[in-house]
């Protein structure tokens, strides 16, 4: 096996795999060398799954009790914890990857030339508007994480261009900009019935699948039917999603229930 960087493999088997598959321009060489001499340099994406941004990891925490549970709810640790299971099995995982889809289109293109201005309130990204592969248009945020970008936090306007960053990532090759919009707070899912939920907030237990489409509740989905609420005891981290921690009550007595978790007290009272 060849070696590199203080003899350690620069990419796992997977991830030759993965490097292959995505790059056009390999033409019979072996992925760890082109890797070394090529992708390194371009800042090429070469594992299987990119790293999630804050945001993302945090909503892939948020999408996941088992996640909370293991490393928290928020903070440092668990959005590293969150980046390392998505990179390590999370990705390919159609359970574990579902959410981290960017369905909603959550970053969108806002400056598809240079020195376009740009309004974005969250993370603004400058990369490649070209792939240096083949020269082919890119036309997702997620396509131009593949080869090297920057970013900066943003709220307001600012030029897509190399002087608002104070670096040029790939010279030579046009860019653009793309906003990563700060998702709005909205409770998030802490435990199936009979677990444990991770939240010092409140805590709303009511039904889990929507009668219509069949498919689990959003927390939208939740509050449209009956559900109880309770405030978490000051100075624990958790509650018990369960009907006995409710008080007794039982907002869907026919069929599976789960909890959803208000952690910063924003949507309802529960006095």
């Known amino acids: 096996m060849k070696k590199s960087l203080g003899e350690k493999p ?6 030759r795999r993965c490097y292959s598959s995505r790059f056009t321009d390999l033409k019979g060489a072996d992925p760890l060398e082109h890797y070394a001499t090529v992708g390194q ?3 090429r994406l070469g594992t299987c799954a990119r790293t999630l941004t804050d945001f993302e990891a945090q909503q892939y925490v948020n999408s996941f ?18 980046r390392a299971h998505y990179t390590t099995m999370g990705y390919a995982s159609a359970h574990y990857n579902e959410p981290m889809k960017d369905v909603e289109k959550r970053a969108w293109q806002c400056g598809p030339a240079p020195n376009t201005e740009c309004k974005c309130h969250g993370t603004l990204w400058f990369g490649a508007a070209k792939r240096p592969d083949n020269k082919a248009d ?3 945020w997620e396509e131009m994480r593949f080869f090297k970008h920057v ?11 190399a002087k608002e960053f104070g670096t040029d990532p790939l010279p030579g090759i046009p860019k653009q900009c793309f906003c990563e919009d700060e998702p709005p707070y909205e409770p998030n899912l802490c435990a ?18 929507s009668e219509s489409t069949k498919k689990q509740n959003t927390f939208a989905g939740l509050v449209d039917s009956p559900f109880a609420i309770a405030a978490v005891t000051e100075g624990t981290n958790s509650l018990s999603c369960t009907q006995q921690a409710f008080g007794g009550a ?3 007595p026919e069929g599976e229930k789960m909890c959803y978790c208000d952690q910063e007290k924003k949507f309802f009272d529960a006095g």
Not at 65 to 80: H, I, M, N, S, W
Not at 153 to 160: H, V
């Open 250 to 252: 039982d907002p869907f």
């Open 41 to 43: 340099g371009q800042g």
């Open 65 to 82: 009790p088992d996640l909370q549970a293991k490393y928290g709810r928020k903070g440092e640790k668990a959005l590293a914890g969150a």
């Open 138 to 140: 890119v036309k997702t």
């Open 10 to 15: 620069l990419l796992g088997e997977n991830d």
């Open 151 to 161: 970013s900066k936090q943003k709220a307001g306007f600012a030029l897509c261009n």
């Open 192 to 209: 199936d019935d009979g677990d444990d939920c991770v939240c010092g907030g409140y805590v709303l237990y009511g039904q889990k699948f």
